[in-house]
DNA sequence: CAAACATGCAACCAAACGGTTGCATTTTTT
DNA sequence: AAAAAATGCAACCGTTTGGTTGCATGTTTG
C-alpha cells in the first residue's frame, strides 16, 4: 500500500457528502446511483461526481445490471485505512512506552 | 462528534505531504515546525500551511515555546477516525450476518 | 412503438487548495 | 549591540474541486 493510495482513501473520505454516502451503504443494502443521488441536497450529477471519486479511491465498486448500477462499499479497502491509523498509533504508543521507561530510570 | 468534523480529519490525512508528516511525528518525539518543514520538498511556508490544516482539523497540537513552536500528534484524533471506520465496519458485519442468516432460511 | 426511467457526457463557474515569494517580528547566540 | 535563527503575515498564482445545466443514450414498462 503506498502513501499515495493512502491519503487518495482518506482524501475520498474527506467530504460530508462523500462520507454520508459511504455510512449509507453500510447502513443497508447496496444501492443503485439514483437512490444514493436522493436526500444529499445536490444534483444527481453532482451526486455522481462523488460517487466516482469513492470509486477512484476504490472505497466503493460499481456494478451495471440492466439500466441501472449498483453501488458497493469495499470493505477491503477501509481495512486498509483502518489499519494505517491503527499503526501510527502503535508507533505512537511504543514512544510513550520508552518514555515512560526513561523517565522512570 | 459531527460529520463534518470527522470529514475534517480525514481531509487532513487525504494528501501526501500531510500524511508524511504526521508519520514523522509519530515515529518519534515532537519536532518543531522548522524541523518538520525540512525534507518535504516545498517550501518552509507551504509546509506550515499543511501543518496548519493539521491543526485546524486537531490531527495535531501546536505548543510554542521561546523562538520556536513544538508540533505534537493529538492522539485522541487519531482514535476519533479509528472508531469511525471500525462503526462503519460493524455495521457493514452485520448486515452480511443477516444476509447470511436470510440465504440460509 | 411510445413514454418513462436511469444513466452518461461535456461545458462551464466560483471557490478552495497547494504552493510560491517577499518582508517583518521575536528570540537566541556571540 | 549585532548577527543568526525560527517564525509570522500577506499577496499572488495556476490547478483542482464541488457544484451546476443541457442534452444524448440505453433500458424498461405499458
Keep these: 500500500m503506498s502513501q499515495a493510495a493512502i491519503a487518495q482513501i482518506f482524501k475520498a473520505l474527506g467530504d460530508p457528502v462523500r462520507l454520508q ?3 449509507r451503504l453500510s447502513n443497508g443494502a447496496a444501492l443503485c446511483l439514483g437512490e444514493l443521488s436522493k436526500d444529499l441536497g445536490i444534483s444527481r450529477q453532482g451526486a455522481r461526481k462523488q460517487i ?5 479511491a476504490k472505497v466503493v465498486q460499481l456494478h451495471p ?5 449498483k453501488v458497493q ?7 486498509q485505512s483502518k489499519a494505517f491509523i491503527t499503526a501510527l498509533e502503535a ?3 511504543e514512544r510513550l512506552q520508552a518514555l ?4 522512570e530510570q
Tied chains: 1, 2.
Design 21 to 23: 454516502i459511504v455510512q
Design 52 to 56: 466516482q471519486a469513492l470509486v477512484s
Design 65 to 69: 445490471t440492466g439500466r441501472e448500477v
Design 73 to 79: 462499499l469495499d470493505a477491503a479497502t477501509l481495512a
Design 91 to 93: 508507533q505512537w504508543d
Design 100 to 103: 515512560k521507561q526513561f523517565t
